[in-house]
């Protein structure tokens, strides 16, 4: 039986039995071809297991035929069918027919010939002529029947050689289909060996990202909270500063009545008041610009992992050289990140500093205070 008569013709049928031969030829108990679901035959002996069923028309060859139409079946093309595939055995064996059939043809004429002659020379009425007329046709015969014989030898000459050439052609066909089965069988084991490493490689890349998706969101929690960590203490140092200016300005209106040289003193705490809160605003600024450059910098790191994700799945060869770029990216933000925290410590230090000069400006104008009273 053909392929093309075991095969659906609809392309959503043939893609439906393509997407299932991936478990199917997980399956070490049916037969590989593709539209069979018979058990594998059972072999004995110290043999590779057999990888069909029975059928005598499945087999290596005829499955990769039938893999490979129903392929181009699916992608909506056309395929050769498998019986128009086979070479003939042998070119000398209808030349060999047709000669047998000729001289069976002649012998044939040759007989209804001679009965006709015969029955010819029968009703003539000179037996001398008569008798003449038979030699003479005998004779023709004879001569017509050697021929015959001679051809009917040439016939089997031919065919005893058309013979010995249609078996050395069967026996090199049988040798050219084995090695074509352990051919398609190696290909086989290639094709599955390949997805293995496919599935591995996919495998590989999905735990780079995540580890890559687990770093960024890490760093981007860290940056969030460093930001909100100077945020407030720029918040409690402005505070403290506003504060203190405030309780300067009241100090500095009461000491106005008691004294010009204590109203001078606290005009020059009140101006080294705003000049410390003005530096403490430019230090937020800057600490503030500092951390957009720090998302600006975590944007484009996101955006470089990205493009390399891209490139490795386009090409995964490159995945590990990949990996080795995004984790110096990673080990450079938290570097960066190390340093923002040292400049956020040191901002910290600075507000301690600040506020210990403020106390020290209270503890000065009290003292003035209780100097002119």
Do not use: W
């Amino acid at each position: 039986m053909g392929i093309d008569q075991q095969l659906p013709k609809d392309p959503g049928v043939a893609a439906e039995i393509l997407a299932a031969l991936k478990t199917k030829d997980e399956d070490e108990t049916i037969c590989r071809y593709p539209t069979c679901q018979n058990g594998r035959q059972v072999t004995t002996g110290s043999g590779r297991p057999s990888a069909y069923c029975d059928n005598p028309d499945h087999t290596p060859v005829a499955n990769h035929r039938a893999r490979a139409a129903l392929k181009t079946t699916a992608t909506g093309g056309t395929s050769t069918p498998a019986s128009k595939q086979e070479v003939l055995v042998s070119g000398g064996v209808a030349p060999v027919e047709s000669l047998r059939a000729s001289v069976v043809g002649r012998i044939t004429q040759l007989q209804s010939d001679m009965e006709r002659y015969v029955s010819t020379l029968m009703e003539l009425s000179d037996p001398d002529l008569s008798a003449a007329q038979i030699q003479a046709t005998l004779d023709r015969a004879e001569t017509r029947i050697a021929e015959a014989q001679q051809n009917a030898s040439t016939e089997r000459s031919l065919r005893l050689a058309a013979d010995m050439a249609r078996t050395a052609a069967q026996e090199e066909a049988r040798a050219e289909r084995e090695a074509a089965d352990q051919a398609i069988d190696r290909m086989e084991e290639a094709e599955a060996r390949s997805q293995r490493q496919m599935e591995e490689a996919t495998q590989h890349i999905a735990n780079i990202q995540a580890e890559r998706d687990a770093t960024i969101e890490q760093m981007r929690s860290e940056l969030e909270q460093a930001r909100e960590n100077i945020g407030t203490q720029a918040k409690e140092a402005i505070a403290l500063a506003q504060a203190a200016m405030v309780a300067a300005q009241e100090q500095t209106r009461q000491a106005e009545s008691r004294a010009y040289d204590a109203e001078a003193a606290a005009r020059a705490q009140t101006s080294t008041a705003e000049q410390l809160v003005r530096e403490a605003h430019e230090t937020v600024k800057r600490e503030r610009t500092e951390i957009d450059r720090l998302r600006s910098e975590l944007d484009f790191a996101r955006t470089q992992v990205e493009q390399a994700n891209v490139r490795a799945e386009a090409e995964r060869t490159a995945a590990r050289e990949t990996l080795e770029r995004e984790r110096a990216e990673v080990d450079r933000l938290r570097s960066e990140l190390s340093t923002t925290r040292a400049r956020a410590d040191h901002f910290a230090t600075f507000s301690d500093e600040l506020r210990t000069q403020l106390l020290q400006i209270q503890t000065q104008t009290s003292q003035r205070e209780n100097s002119a009273s």
